[in-house]
């Protein structure tokens, strides 16, 4: 009976959630932003997430001019479907709002390298692979055992040992895009202009000042500050009301 109950508790929600849906594309496309944002926000109150919801949000704050809300949603929409183009091409859009200008410092050597190969695909992407590669090798398993050809048979062997390295390069992969996922903690600027101080106090020296819109990625939390630093490796501290973690 329990799971009769919570099954149609699903449905309901997930029948108004899609109403819910509806009824805000139909607002943005009519031009009524802050209502259609009204019903997206609805949905998220009520515990229902996706790529396609914060993107539409995005697009009603961009629409608004709102540079925050727009990057960081489409931030969120990136971060459940990170290889959609769209959601990419109007966050470059959106970031084009920004006041400040932060430059990013190339990384160089051979961790550089390694990231750069990893980040191809998502972990998610990566653990699929693996699992294709696997059920490639099981196939090849199956060949050499059942082959009556000596050669074939070499064939097979060598290709198990191939798939078994890439087995073990797209595993490797994985694991380390989901670590690089779980330890990093983007976040974007909302307050309008906020002052980044030395320090997690606001009597210390100020560093430098950040404005609506910037991203920065908190590497260290203290009580009511954050330590963050930038895309061009500046740190520093920053009241946490004054930002909106994405993750």
Not at 36 to 56: G, M, Q, R, V
Not at 71 to 76: A, V
Not at 193 to 201: D, G, T, Y
């Amino acid at each position: 009976m329990k799971k009769i109950i919570f099954i149609l508790l699903l449905t309901t929600q997930f029948f108004f959630a899609q109403t819910g849906f509806e009824k805000g594309n139909a607002l943005y496309q009519k031009g009524k932003y802050e209502q259609a944002i009204s019903e997206y926000e609805t949905i998220l109150a009520s515990k229902n997430h996706s790529a396609e919801l914060y993107f539409n949000l995005g697009n009603c704050y961009y629409k608004l001019n709102k540079v925050a809300p727009a990057i960081y949603n489409y931030e969120k929409a990136l971060v459940l479907n990170p290889e959609d183009t769209e959601i990419t091409n109007n966050l470059k859009f959106a970031q084009k709002l920004q006041i400040d200008e932060i430059k990013v410092v190339p990384k160089v050597g051979f961790s550089k390298m390694i990231h750069d190969f990893t980040s191809i695909f998502h972990f998610n992407t990566w653990a699929w692979i693996s699992v294709g590669i696997a059920t490639l090798f099981l196939l090849f398993f199956i060949g050499y055992y059942f082959s009556e050809s000596a050669l074939s048979k070499r064939v097979f062997f060598f290709g198990m040992f191939v798939l078994i390295f890439l087995i073990l390069i797209s595993v490797s992969s994985a694991i380390s895009e989901k670590n690089h996922f779980e330890t990093e903690r983007p976040a974007i600027v909302f307050a309008e202009m906020v002052l980044v101080k030395s320090e997690p106090q606001n009597g210390s020296n100020t560093v430098f000042t950040l404005h609506e819109g910037t991203k920065v990625f908190v590497l260290e939390s203290l009580d009511n500050w954050r330590k963050i630093q930038l895309t061009d490796e500046t740190e520093g501290w920053i009241e946490k009301t004054a930002i909106r973690e994405v993750k």
